[in-house]
C-alpha cells in the first residue's frame, strides 16, 4: 500500500510539472505561442517525462532487488550453524523468517528467527524511508533542471516524441524477451522430461496414466505419457466449440454489419460481447448442472449413451463462450471495409447477398481468418469447462459422447500436489506446454500463409 502511495505521489508531481512547463513554456513568449518551437503541451510533456519517468524507473529497479538485498543481509547475522545449512534447508528458514515479519506465525517460532524478522522489518521500514528521499529528490530536480530548459527554440516536440519512441521499443523489448523466456523455460524442463522418458512413448504412445504406481505388479508401475489420448480430446473439443462458435458467430457480425438496423446493432453487440465477460467457472456450472444431464436425458431417450462427462457438453459451452471472438471481430472487420466496394458491386448489378460473399467477405477474410484464429486458440486453452463438464479421464475416442480430456487441464492436474519437482510426472506438464506452444504455432503459421495467399487474388 505505501508504495502504491509513494507511484501515486510521483504521478501527481509529474502532472504538476506538466502544468509548470506548459505554464512556463507561455510565459516565456507572452502568450503569443507562435513564437514557440512546439505547443505548449510538449513543454509540459517534456517537464512531466523529466519529473516522473526518472523517478519511476529507479523505484522499478529498487523494488526488483530490494527483497533479495535485505533477504542476504539478514542471513549474513544469523548464527554460524543456521547459515551452514544446505540450499533447501536455508530456503526454508528465509521463508520462515519472512513469513514472520508478514505476522504469520505458525507453532511456537524460535527466538533466533524472531529476531531475524525484526531485523528484516527494521531493514524493510529503513529502505522504504531511503526509497522515498531518493524518489523526491529524483523528482525535485527533475523538474528543477527541465524547467530551466524551457525556452521558445527549444525543440520540445521532438524530444517528447523521441522519448516516447524509446519507451515504445522498450516495452516491445520485454514482450519479445518475455516470450523468449517462456519458450526457453519450457523448453529446458521439457528437455530434463525426454532424458527420462523417450520422446517417442511421449509423442506416439496412446496410454496416458502419470502417476507413478507403489507396487510393480500394478497396471502403469512405471507410468505411461503416450500424449495421443490428450491431443484428440483436445482435438475434439475444440472442434466443437468451433463447429459452434464459427457459423453462429460469423452469421451474426453480417447480419449486425450488412442487414441490422442501427440501434439493433447498438443494443446486440454490447449483449453478445457480454458473453466473453462472464467468467468461465460459470460456464462449468452450466455445462455440467444444465448442458450435460440434459445431453444424458436426451441420449437415453433415443436409445444413446451418453456419459455425464462427454466432449460434447464440453464443446458446445465452449463454442457459446468463443462467439463474442468470432462475432465481434469480425463485424469491426466487416464494417472496416470500403463502402465504395460496396457501390461498385451494386452498381453493376449484383444482389446484396451476392455484395457480402464475393466482395465483403473477400476483403474482410484476413481479419475473419485472425478472430477464428484467436477463438481456436482461446478454446485450446481453455480449462474450466473441461474440468467440470468433460473430466480427467485421458481416454482414445472419437465418441464425443464420451469424457475425455485435454492438455491444458492435465497440466494443471500435474502440477498440483506436494510430488518432487524433477520426476516425470511433474516434469511432463512442460512437455505438454511444448505441444500446445508448437500446435499454437503451427495454426498461426497456416493461417498466415492462407491470408497471404488469398490476398494476393484481390490485390
Known sequence: MKYSILIFTVIILSAVGFYAGRSRSSKTVNGEIRKLHSLPGYYGFYVALWCGLPALIVLGIWLAFQSSVVTSIVVSGLPPEIQSLSDEEMSLVINDI????????????????????????????TGFLALVAVVMSICIAGLGFSMRYINPAMRARIKVEQTVQVLMILCSTVAIFTTI???????????????????????FGVHWSPQIAIREDQVGASGSFGVIPLLTGTLMISAIAMLVAVPIGLMSAIYMSEYAAEGFRTVVKPLLEVLAGIPTVVYGFFAALIVAPFLRDLGSKIGLDVSSESALAAGLVMGIMIIPFVSSLSDDVINAVPQSLRDASLGIGATQSETIVHVVLPAALPGIVGSILLAVSRAIGETMIVVMAAGLTARLTANPLEAVTTFTVQIVTLLIGDQEFDSPKTLAAFALGLVLFIITLCLNIIALYAVRRYREEYE
Open 98 to 125: 519472512v513469513n514472520l515479519a508478514h505476522g504469520i506465525v505458525v507453532g511456537r517460532p524460535d527466538n533466533v528467527l524472531l529476531a531475524a524478522a525484526e531485523h528484516y522489518n527494521r531493514l524493510l521500514g
Open 181 to 203: 523466456g517462456i519458450m526457453l523455460s519450457v523448453l529446458f524442463e521439457s528437455v530434463r522430461f525426454f532424458n527420462q522418458i523417450p520422446i517417442t512413448d511421449f509423442l
